[in-house]
Each structure stands twice: as structure tokens, then as C-alpha cells.
């Protein structure tokens, strides 16, 4: 079945490094997501990754892909507070044209201390 | 990225009255946009995909007759939630797929009185 599965809180002081965890069931997914929801606002894309790459940097943002453990992870350079919010991981099992549905995971809430 | 756009951002209306959502995507075309609803600390379910000049496909749960969808467009979707309910009261997402991304929009705030 398709499951995408998150820890809930994370609590981080600023300055440090955020690792936010996602594992994932469909190993047939070509790209995974991850997302930023503040509150009361919608989802913002922060970052994707191909399921051929292992890595991809985009400023702060280093997400990591590790196909075999299905397991996925966004990590935050020298987090700030405004990089609280809920960060969401996504997937698009067999993705290959204008359907294919997002499966999110449950979101982890990120909590950025000054 | 690509832009989604939704209104109204927040509204407040009374038990059974009818509200319609827009959604539009700014700067590219969507033949396929994709309707989500939000509970409190909850993760996304997605209601429905909004095809443009043909039916939407509902979701297993989501009825069709209440949750009206058109997408008269291939830049606007509108969802009609009729004869709104208390418990309908929800945060409501919008959403289109531009290249290999998929794009939302700010969410429409609901609350049934």
C-alpha cells in the first residue's frame, strides 16, 4: 500500500541544523516533495527529488534520498525562526503524466527556539 | 515556481447556505487541478481532481452532490460546497501540477456558523 510516514515535532535551536525524516512505501514513486505549511496559509514547495538522484542542495535546504530504505530527509542549514512551520514530505506514486495523486505524510512540526 | 491563487481567502456563513471556491492558476495552463481538504493538525485528504471540460473524480467518501466541482477552464476550478454544515467547516486547498511540480494555493479558510 502506499503510507508515508513523518515524526510529528521537532524541536531545534536557532542556528542549528534541522533533520526532518520520511519514509515512504511505494517504490515505484519518481518524485518525492517536500513542503511548508505556516500557519493558516497554504502549502508551499520548498524542494524536489527525482528518484534517480541521491542528493540535491538548494541553498539551506540538502534533501537526501535513499531508495532502497525508502527513506527521505530534508535537512535545514543554520535554522532560523522563520523556518518554523509544518514541513510535509510527499510522493507521486508512478507518476507519467496529469494524474497521479500527491500522498502526503502527517507533517512534522518544526519549532525553531531563539 | 508557478502560482496558485484561491478566494476568497476566509469565510464565515451561516448552516445551510451555499459557498463557492475559485481557484486559478496565474501563470500556466492546468488541464488538472486537485482539490484537498485540511482538518486541525491533520495531514491533507485530497477530495477530488478537477478535470477541465469533464467531470471531476471524487474520492472514495467525498460526495459529489455536495461538493460540487466545475472546471470551466484551464486556468480556473471552483469548488461549491451546497447546503454548508457546521462540520464542513474545514481548511480548504486548491492545487495544479505545472512541469514536476505541484503548486498550491493559499487555502480558504471555512467556517459554517
Known amino acids: 500500500g502506499e503510507d508515508v510516514e513523518q515524526s510529528l515535532f521537532l524541536s531545534v535551536r536557532e542556528g542549528d541544523s534541522s533533520v526532518i525524516n520520511c519514509t515512504y512505501t511505494?517504490?515505484?514513486?519518481?518524485?518525492l516533495y517536500w513542503y511548508k505549511q505556516e500557519p493558516g496559509a497554504g502549502l508551499q514547495l520548498l524542494t524536489y527529488i527525482f528518484s534517480n538522484m541521491d542528493m540535491k542542495q538548494d541553498q539551506r535546504l540538502t534533501v537526501l534520498l535513499n531508495k532502497k530504505d525508502k527513506h527521505l530527509s530534508l535537512r535545514i542549514a543554520d535554522t532560523q525562526t522563520g523556518d518554523s512551520a509544518i514541513y510535509f514530505c510527499a510522493e507521486i506514486p508512478n507518476y507519467g503524466g496529469s494524474q497521479g495523486n500527491l500522498i502526503f505524510g502527517k507533517g512534522t512540526k518544526l519549532s525553531v527556539k531563539p | 515556481g508557478a502560482v496558485v491563487s484561491q478566494h476568497p481567502s476566509r469565510v464565515i456563513c451561516k448552516s445551510g447556505t451555499s459557498v463557492k471556491i475559485e481557484c486559478r492558476s496565474l501563470?500556466?495552463?492546468?488541464?488538472?487541478m486537485f482539490w484537498y481538504r485540511q482538518f486541525p493538525k491533520k495531514s491533507l485528504m485530497l477530495m477530488a481532481t478537477s478535470n477541465e471540460g469533464s467531470k471531476a473524480t471524487y474520492e472514495q467518501g467525498v460526495e459529489k452532490d455536495k461538493f460540487l466541482i466545475n472546471h470551466a477552464s484551464l486556468t480556473l476550478s471552483t469548488l461549491t460546497v451546497t447546503s454548508a454544515h457546521p462540520e464542513d467547516s474545514s481548511f480548504y486547498i486548491c492545487s495544479a501540477r505545472a512541469g514536476t511540480g505541484q503548486f498550491f494555493g493559499p487555502g480558504t479558510r471555512l467556517t459554517v456558523l
Open positions: 501563470d500556466f495552463q492546468a488541464t488538472t
Open positions: 511505494d517504490s515505484s514513486s519518481t518524485y
